[in-house]
């Protein structure tokens, strides 16, 4: 018997050589070799986990490493999904979309999310939806094959499977999407379970996007529960309610008839609280307040009889809302914008000014630099109110923040009148100082317009030209130098020789001229046309027009304004030496 065994024996690995003697039954040795298959043969190695790709792709040193790491694992998820019994493809589609969120291609896995979305396990087809989210869109073919998988799981008894659906649907839906799965969102809006009632009315919302005409089924039922108790239902509805009335005049005038009922939830809101369980830092339902005021902006636009109706509402929030908390500001903003855009009182609109003035001296630049644009875009809407607050606008534009600079700059040029001309323009010709060279040049051309409009006096409009000239420097557009030209031409002869000793003393420094290219084609045209004999030393003024004609850093064009200048002074020269 034992040649027998030496013979069965030789089959298995050194392992069991050392664990085994020879004494073994036959059934033993059977036994050990279904062990030894089992382990090297049937079962496969588990996939990496997420979290250890993870850990992996973070600690990579180098892009190379990274690229490694992804390359070598997509190509483990490519060889499994072609697998039909994986048991790891919901862990491998995890991975996938990591990947794919890292920017690297994972298109390979489309088909696969439908596959997992048509599963009859939760997880795996919450991972399919997941990744039917993010892998397609509307122009891949396959987007198309999702339809009957969505269908069938909106008509799910299972609550998690139907929100699961309702969220990618709302996420991709096409309009041919749209169109076949209306008549199931509509039934889900009249659920009685307030999780899929919500979820369907946010997917009504992205279906109204896609497919306008879709309104007119919701509509009713969306009039239905402006009145809901639940703060989920009624935020979801304002918000359905709202796209429809941007897209159509009609609906506005329909929901119009829900203005009380609006005015009713913002007054309990500011009284007690709608939903308390939704309070940020003491502020009562932020989020609810913030989307019934954009309504109420909307509805009440161009209509005094409905803004009517809004003014004490509007009063109340205005006044009793928090400014210490972001919460409450972000309900401020809301309130200005909505008493700014409808027929609201003269005494509410100053109170809505003086509201965005509080915003300028708060210390958190967001907060500031919202007041500022928000009174660029409502400015024409209460110019007195706004003017009370020009000092806090003015002191905006040393501000270290140029986004703050740039909306005080835009807010500054509104306000310009002929009573505050002089001070506005002072102010700006600091900020000019301080500006990049983009601001220099819008800033410039704004005060070369400004100053042609509210001008007091030419001399003073002529002495605010030679500043912005010599400030901006080549930072200057070419219609500044224009209206430079065109003002010393058509200004009286004593104000003409006026700017020529100003033009002269300020080409003096040869150091800088390089940089003030544009100060130097004005002066030398003005000392050109009106520099007279007499009112400088010839000698002098030649051998400084000769050092500009050979400096290499001059422009060809501005060496042109100095030969025709030259030519037309040697003319009045008595002792012409050039």
Request: charged share 20%; with cysteine.
């Amino acid at each position: 018997m034992y040649p027998y065994y030496e013979t069965e024996w030789s089959i298995l690995p050194p392992e069991h050589n050392r664990r085994y003697s020879p004494g073994l039954t036959i059934n033993n040795i059977k036994q050990v070799i279904n062990e030894t298959i089992e382990t090297n043969i049937l079962r496969k190695p588990n996939p990496t986990r997420l979290r250890e790709l993870i850990r992996q792709i973070r600690t990579a040193r180098t892009a190379a490493e990274e690229r490694a790491v992804v390359n070598t694992e997509c190509a483990y998820i490519r060889s499994t999904f072609r697998e039909t019994d994986c048991i790891w493809k919901c862990r491998n589609m995890a991975k996938l979309l990591y990947i794919h969120m890292l920017g690297y291609p994972a298109h390979f896995g489309q088909m696969e999310t439908l596959k997992l979305a048509a599963s009859p396990k939760y997880t795996d087809k919450r991972i399919g939806y997941l990744g039917a989210m993010l892998l397609l869109d509307e122009r891949q073919d396959v987007h198309v094959l999702l339809t009957n998988c969505l269908k069938n799981d909106l008509n799910s008894s299972t609550m998690f499977i139907v929100g699961t659906a309702l969220c990618t649907l709302a996420a991709i839906a096409s309009p041919e999407m749209a169109r076949d799965l209306a008549h199931e969102i509509e039934r889900l809006i009249s659920s009685s379970n307030a999780f899929l009632r919500k979820k369907a009315i946010l997917c009504a919302f992205r279906m109204i996007r896609r497919v306008p005409e879709l309104m007119d089924e919701f509509r009713p039922q969306c009039m239905q529960f402006l009145a809901d108790k639940n703060h989920g239902i009624l935020v979801s509805t304002i918000t359905l309610v709202t796209e429809m009335c941007e897209q159509s005049v009609h609906v506005t005038h329909y929901f119009k008839a829900a203005i009380p009922q609006l005015v009713r939830t913002l007054k309990i809101l500011g009284v007690s609280g709608y939903s308390p369980e939704h309070d940020v830092n003491g502020v009562p339902d932020p989020f609810l307040q913030v989307k019934i005021l954009r309504l109420l902006r909307i509805l009440g636009h161009g209509d005094p009889d409905q803004s009517e109706i809004m003014n004490d509402v509007l009063a109340q929030v205005a006044t009793n809302t928090e400014t210490n908390k972001n919460a409450g500001n972000a309900i401020l903003y809301e309130t200005v914008l909505t008493i700014m855009n409808v027929e609201s009182e003269n005494s509410l609109r100053v109170l809505a000014v003086n509201i965005l003035g509080r915003f300028l001296l708060n210390s958190d630049k967001n907060i500031r630099y919202v007041g500022l644009i928000t009174l660029v875009k409502t400015v024409q809407r209460d110019m007195t109110a706004i003017q009370r607050h020009r000092i806090t606008i003015l002191e905006c534009l040393t501000d270290a923040d140029s986004s703050i600079q740039k909306c005080a700059m835009e807010l500054s040029f509104t306000l310009v009148n002929s009573q505050n001309i002089e001070m506005i323009v002072r102010e700006l010709l600091k900020y000019l100082e301080t500006a990049d060279a983009e601001m220099k040049s819008i800033c410039s051309s704004r005060l070369v317009r400004a100053a042609e409009l509210y001008s007091p006096s030419i001399r003073w409009h002529l002495d605010v030209l030679l500043r912005v000239l010599t400030i901006s420097g080549n930072n200057i557009r070419d219609d500044v130098i224009a209206s430079t030209i065109q003002l010393i031409s058509n200004s009286p002869r004593e104000e003409q020789m006026f700017i020529s000793d100003k033009m002269l003393q300020s080409i003096g420094n040869m150091n800088q001229l390089e940089n003030r290219q544009p100060l130097v084609q004005v002066a030398v045209w003005t000392l050109g046309e009106y520099g007279e004999a007499g009112h400088f030393d010839e000698i002098e003024l030649i051998e400084h027009y000769r050092q500009l004609l050979w400096a290499p850093q001059l422009s060809i064009t501005t060496k042109q304004y100095i030969l025709v200048s030259l030519a037309k002074i040697s003319v009045r020269m008595e002792h012409c030496t050039a």
